[in-house]
């Protein structure tokens, strides 16, 4: 069989062909560009080697290689992807620190060899994106919960009272800040000025708010009409909106994913496409993982152990290690899988029975639904509550 070996870089890769059967260079080290011209440049050196068996791999160095992979993968090569951390290891065996292309090449090569590699496909290529779809994702939803957080300081110095009687962020709601900013503002605005800020047609989330009532909740409000205030509160609007509707289009596109790849954890009870992709495409291939138990502590969600001498640690807390996506989409669908699934709601109330707190029993069950998950991955079958009875 013979292996290239390439060494990635931003602009520029190096690749070595090495006959595994004999350990000898074939080819010694070349250089080729990060572009159309240098993967030509590449096949052109190897095509005389990838008639039998053949294996291409490089390190996983984040998105530089990716459309490399995606150019080998299209040409239907074996591609294989090795964890840094195992050249790494392989690089420090040798007593004499040196650093070379040729060496570097040689390193992965070895990694290569030894079988220590995942191998690529299309499926895994589209778990990768899916991950990072989904941590797009989440980021944009972490980002509208701090804008949210910043409007509502806001708010509470220009016009305290409103929350009490709109429900925030409405459309409404909005047009109201948008347009008047404060309550002084809108203490002096005439009343039909106000009806016709209210007057919101179309589809959407709405409240009812009676003019009157908002005008005389204005004038009694204790908020203060200043400028840098009303401007920020302007500014947030305007990037909530926008990053609403950028979260309308993530998650359509996350449906989409989802469909695509019909995966049996869609078929749980309480798991919609944002979650289940999201714990789906962190897990990526669950053939790495030998059982639900380094699932578990790859999410962070197994109890962490504290021993010294004779003092042996009790009821500590998990030990938060591992994807920490992964752990919050486990958290955030776990309730609702406890509420559509009888077996799941039975055992968290037996967790809580013995006197387990809640988030505690919460634990419990997104290590039961860990385990679910893995047999349902690795033996490719759908939910059946009967199974876990």
């Known amino acids: 069989m013979h292996i290239v070996a390439i060494d990635i870089a931003k602009f520029h890769h190096d690749a070595i062909v090495v006959d595994d059967d004999t350990g000898a260079i074939v080819v010694e080290p070349f250089r080729f560009g990060n572009n159309d011209e240098g993967f030509k440049t590449l096949m052109q050196n190897i095509r005389p080697y990838l008639k039998g068996k053949h294996l291409i791999g490089f390190e996983s160095t984040g998105h530089y290689g990716h459309n490399l992979m995606m150019f080998l993968l299209d040409h239907k090569l074996t591609v294989g992807i090795v964890n840094p951390l195992s050249t790494k290891a392989e690089r420090e065996k040798k007593i004499r620190k040196t650093k070379t292309d040729r060496i570097d090449c040689y390193v992965i090569y070895k990694v290569l060899s030894s079988r220590d590699y995942a191998r690529m496909s299309r499926k895994k290529l589209k778990l990768q994106e899916a991950k990072t779809l989904t941590r797009a994702y989440n980021n944009l939803m972490e980002d509208i919960r701090l804008y949210k957080n910043r409007l509502q300081k806001c708010v509470d110095i220009a016009f305290p009272e409103l929350n009490g009687?709109?429900?925030?962020?409405?459309?409404?709601?909005?047009?109201?800040?948008?347009?008047?900013?404060?309550?002084?503002?809108?203490?002096?605005?005439?009343?039909?000025?106000?009806?016709?800020?209210?007057?919101?047609?179309?589809?959407?989330?709405?409240?009812?708010?009676?003019?009157?009532?908002?005008?005389?909740?204005?004038?009694?409000?204790?908020?203060?009409?200043?400028?840098?205030?009303?401007?920020?509160?302007?500014?947030?609007?305007?990037?909530?909106?926008?990053?609403?509707?950028?979260?309308?289009?993530?998650?359509?596109?996350?449906?989409?994913?989802?469909?695509?790849?019909?995966?049996?954890?869609?078929?749980?009870?309480?798991?919609?496409?944002?979650?289940?992709?999201?714990?789906?495409?962190?897990?990526?291939?669950?053939?790495?993982?030998?059982?639900?138990?380094?699932?578990?502590?790859?999410?962070?969600?197994?109890?962490?152990?504290?021993?010294?001498?004779?003092?042996?640690?009790?009821?500590?807390?998990?030990?938060?290690?591992?994807?920490?996506?992964?752990?919050?989409?486990?958290?955030?669908?776990?309730?609702?899988?406890?509420?559509?699934?009888?077996?799941?709601?039975?055992?968290?109330?037996?967790?809580?029975?013995?006197?387990?707190?809640?988030?505690?029993?919460?634990?419990?069950?997104?290590?039961?639904?860990?385990?679910?998950?893995?047999?349902?991955?690795?033996?490719?079958?759908k939910f059946d509550e009967t199974a876990l009875v």
């Open 165 to 381: 009687l709109v429900t925030p962020y409405t459309k409404r709601y909005n047009a109201i800040l948008k347009e008047f900013g404060s309550a002084k503002v809108v203490a002096k605005t005439h009343l039909g000025t106000i009806k016709k800020v209210l007057s919101i047609k179309g589809r959407g989330n709405h409240t009812k708010v009676d003019p009157h009532e908002l005008k005389t909740l204005a004038q009694r409000s204790i908020g203060q009409n200043i400028d840098a205030n009303n401007l920020e509160i302007e500014y947030l609007l305007g990037m909530i909106e926008f990053l609403e509707e950028k979260k309308k289009i993530y998650t359509k596109k996350i449906e989409e994913y989802a469909r695509q790849l019909n995966s049996p954890i869609f078929s749980i009870p309480g798991i919609g496409y944002t979650t289940g992709l999201s714990i789906l495409s962190e897990i990526g291939d669950i053939a790495l993982f030998s059982s639900a138990t380094k699932v578990v502590a790859f999410a962070g969600v197994d109890p962490s152990v504290y021993q010294s001498g004779e003092y042996q640690g009790n009821g500590l807390a998990i030990s938060k290690r591992g994807s920490r996506y992964l752990r919050k989409a486990l958290y955030q669908c776990i309730l609702t899988v406890c509420n559509n699934s009888s077996t799941f709601k039975n055992y968290y109330n037996l967790k809580k029975s013995q006197g387990k707190t809640h988030l505690c029993a919460q634990g419990h069950c997104a290590r039961k639904l860990i385990r679910v998950i893995y047999k349902l991955l690795t033996q490719n079958i």
